[in-house]
Nanobody, 126 residues
């Protein structure tokens, strides 16, 4: 199993970024997936989740209305569109595969994820 994130960078407040996560080594279309971030000096924070078919998505209040998770199962790729970025969104962003033993919402239990990428850095600063 391999998860490789890309698309991070530095952006001004109010800007946008699109993160990608290329998955390999497993049947991507069969798994729930999530994005999780970790800011310097803080614990990890779940920021979005999506079911295998892509028809159900979930967000915490901190990013709802600004972030959009999606997936392309034909390309084995997970995405996170981030708009209206704030300095507090600065973090290392990881994609994670949810263990097959867990079904449905909620998605925020970080112990439910068995594989993680290496992360991509997002910095929001003027």
């Amino acid at each position: 199993v391999q998860l490789v994130e890309s698309g991070g960078g530095m952006v001004q407040p109010g800007g946008s970024l699109r993160l990608s996560c290329a998955a390999s080594g497993f049947t991507f279309s069969s798994y729930d997936m999530s994005w999780v971030r970790q800011a310097p000096g803080k614990g990890p924070e779940w920021v979005s989740g999506i079911n295998p078919g892509g028809g159900s998505t979930y967000y915490p209040d901190s990013v709802k209305g600004r972030f959009t998770i999606s997936r392309d199962n034909t390309k084995n790729t997970l995405y996170l569109q981030m708009n209206s970025l704030k300095p507090e969104d600065t973090a290392l962003y990881y994609c994670a595969r949810r263990s097959p033993g867990y079904l449905g919402a909620p998605y925020y239990g970080l112990n439910e994820y068995d594989y993680w990428g290496q992360g991509t850095q997002v910095t929001v600063s003027s």
